[in-house]
């Protein structure tokens, strides 16, 4: 944890029970463009039938997490792409 409470660290998991699957995620919590985003990092095991397909049962990806709905669009007119315009957060009424 940040002295601050900025940027906190944190992980959770999910069994899915109709799939025979684990995920987990471990993550950082910040405050980006006055907004609280979860940046995380996941990893999937699946079960498998054998041995040999034992190399198909892991997939790793990241997930960010907003309390807004993240969205598309173009760049803004000048076209710098700012970590906020990537995330979709500008114009977070919409």
Same mark, same amino acid.
């Given at each position: 944890?940040?002295?601050? @409470?900025?940027?906190? &660290?944190?992980?959770?998991?999910? !069994?899915?029970? =109709? =799939?025979?699957? &684990? &995920?987990?995620?471990? @993550?950082?919590?910040? +405050?980006?463009c @006055? !907004?609280? !985003?979860?940046?995380? +990092?996941?990893? $999937?095991? /699946? ?10 049962? +892991? $997939?790793? @990806?990241? /997930? !960010? ?8 669009g173009?760049?803004?007119? /000048? ?5 906020c315009?990537?995330?979709? $957060? $500008?114009?977070?009424? /919409?």
């Open positions: 944890m940040s002295p601050d @409470g900025s940027h906190d &660290t944190f992980g959770f998991s999910v !069994v899915w029970n =109709t =799939t025979g699957s &684990t &995920t987990s995620w471990a @993550g950082e919590y910040k +405050t980006c @006055g !907004v609280p !985003v979860l940046y995380t +990092t996941w990893i $999937l095991t /699946d079960q498998t039938e054998s041995c040999n397909d034992n190399w198909k049962s +892991t $997939l790793i @990806g990241k /997930d !960010v997490f907003t309390r807004y709905k993240q969205r598309q173009p760049p803004p007119i /000048d076209g710098k792409l700012t970590r315009h990537a995330l979709g $957060l $500008l114009n977070k009424s /919409d």
